[in-house]
């Protein structure tokens, strides 16, 4: 991914869309205090909605999208997807939902993250845009590779021309988990060869969210997959991450555009 930085604000978007209006924005340039200083577009959080709304302005102007056409939804931790034509009057997400598609021009999808995987997807044939939350919940329920479908259903997409980027989250080396969800993965994936890592001693369980996803797309018969490779945890100068920070944190967001 390559990193922008412009009015404060820092963002990083995909090597392969130069030509697609996109932007997974860090924690930087917004107005929230601590503990959510300081890009916080999470509404339900504690955070003063006032600087919740002054936040999103900044992100939108920043990437010159149209902020009232934008789209987004309650995110839920489920594997269902909306098509997005335009936003609902009188409420501002369209859903109960973990993922949107559309190919309505200048509508932008907009969602929020802290650990949880963002995926987003382009066709530039048929050009339709798609991005979804995918925790672990989302990722056993393979809602990567129901984007897909969706695509090919509502659009008659190809698989193979869908393109996919796994944004940044909570890397394999800090996210430790419960048998509980290494059984769900396996049940998912059929194997947890490259997915679950044990720890020698205590036989721990560390679960790669990079890895399941790009699993299920390349089985939904995606070829062209970009991995960005930022942990969360890791990076709290540049991201939420609601496991490091024991709960107490923001929430960063990703656009993008047609």
């Known amino acids: 991914m390559k990193r922008v930085e ?46 919740v709304r002054r936040n999103h302005e900044r992100i939108f102007d920043a990437l010159a999208v149209n902020e009232k056409r934008a789209c987004t939804v309650w995110q839920v931790h489920s594997a269902d997807i909306v098509l997005a034509h335009g936003p609902v009057r009188n409420r501002r997400w369209l859903a109960k939902a973990d993922g949107m598609l559309t190919a309505e021009p200048d509508t932008p999808l907009v969602m929020r993250f802290a650990d949880c995987v963002p995926l987003l997807f382009y066709d530039p044939g048929r050009q339709v845009i798609g991005m979804a939350h995918a925790g672990w919940r989302g990722t056993v329920q393979d809602i990567a590779g129901r984007m897909v479908g969706l695509m090919v259903d509502a659009w008659g997409c190809l698989p193979e021309d869908i393109e996919a980027g796994i944004g940044p989250s909570i890397g394999p080396g800090c996210y430790q988990v419960g048998e509980e969800v290494v059984e769900a993965m396996e049940c998912c994936c059929g194997t947890l060869e490259g997915l679950v890592q044990r720890d020698p001693v205590d036989g721990s369980a560390w679960l790669d969210l990079w890895a399941c996803n ?8 995606v070829r062209h997959i970009e991995l960005a490779g930022l942990c969360t945890a890791c990076h709290l100068d540049d991201f939420y991450s609601h496991r490091a920070e024991g709960g107490r944190t923001g929430r960063f967001c990703a656009v993008m555009t047609l």
């Open 214 to 221: 790009r699993l299920l797309l390349e089985r939904a018969g």
């Open 6 to 51: 412009s009015a404060g604000l820092a963002w990083y978007r995909f090597d392969s869309w130069p030509q697609l209006h996109h932007g997974v924005f860090t924690r930087r340039g917004g107005c929230s205090p601590p503990p959510w200083e300081s890009l916080n577009t999470g509404g339900n959080i504690g955070d003063e909605p006032l600087h």
